[in-house]
T-cell receptor, first 114, second 116 residues
Framework: SQQGEEDPQALSIQEGENATMNCSYKTSINNLQWYRQNSGRGLVHLILIRSNEREKHSGRLRVTLDTSKKSSSLLITASRAADTASYFCATDKTGGTSYGKLTFGQGTILTVHP | NAGVTQTPKFRVLKTGQSMTLLCAQDMNHEYMYWYRQDPGMGLRLIHYSVGEGTTAKGEVPDGYNVSRLKKQNFLLGLESAAPSQTSVYFC???????????????FGAGSRLTVL
């Protein structure tokens, strides 16, 4: 079963607007990561947030994590047409050595119109 | 520095045929993974390896076999392909994220397999 569920499934915005994607998960985690996938390509790592962190920033990306609600959000500010892609959250569970076995959500398809 | 390279990129098989997907990484990563991606399902882990000569089952291992004879290569085999194995397959390798005790994955471009 999938660990993460993402919301919304699809998001369509205009260039310059902010985009917010949400991720919920079921079990305790060591960290949560966000990946981007351009059409027909592999996934690319964007940002990682550890379970003891509440917020991380990287350029135009802002990630929050609420472990009490088992949820995370990814905010992309001042979006560009080049941000059009699918975005996935991925969790690394606690308990033993995970060896980096991430569990992925179903993804949010973001379309940014010029 | 090529990263993670998958071959072939596309393949069409008939039910019952066998094939092998090859993954090669040049980053000296210890861990490697095979995922499949299906519409609406996200990515699901098939098998993984924590080092040369080791393999382990992931979430959906049935119908697949893997081998890691060399550190840089991870092979995924289908002995008798079924239409349910039509999917996009991604190989990944991982390194430890500095100071986080976490592994970040580097993915290949994917291999699209169709089983008729």
């Amino acid at each position: 079963s999938q660990q993460g569920e993402e919301d919304p499934q699809a998001l369509s915005i205009q260039e310059g607007e902010n985009a917010t994607m949400n991720c919920s998960y079921k079990t305790s985690i060591n960290n949560l990561q966000w990946y981007r996938q351009n059409s027909g390509r592999g996934l690319v790592h964007l940002i990682l947030i550890r379970s003891n962190e509440r917020e991380k920033h990287s350029g135009r990306l802002r990630v929050t994590l609420d472990t009490s609600k088992k949820s995370s959000s990814l905010l992309i500010t001042a979006s560009r047409a080049a941000d059009t892609a699918s975005y996935f959250c991925a969790t690394d569970k606690t308990g033993g050595t995970s060896y980096g076995k991430l569990t992925f959500g179903q993804g949010t398809i973001l379309t940014v119109h010029p | 520095n090529a990263g993670v390279t998958q071959t072939p990129k596309f393949r069409v098989l008939k039910t019952g045929q066998s094939m092998t997907l090859l993954c090669a990484q040049d980053m000296n990563h210890e861990y490697m993974y095979w995922y499949r991606q299906d519409p609406g399902m996200g990515l699901r882990l098939i098998h993984y390896s924590v080092g040369e000569g080791t393999t382990a089952k992931g979430e959906v291992p049935d119908g697949y076999n893997v081998s890691r004879l060399k550190k840089q290569n991870f092979l995924l085999g289908l002995e008798s392909a079924a239409p349910s194995q039509t999917s996009v397959y991604f190989c990944a390798s991982s390194y430890s994220f500095p100071g986080a005790g976490a592994n970040v994955l580097t993915f290949g471009a994917g291999s699209r397999l169709t089983v008729l």
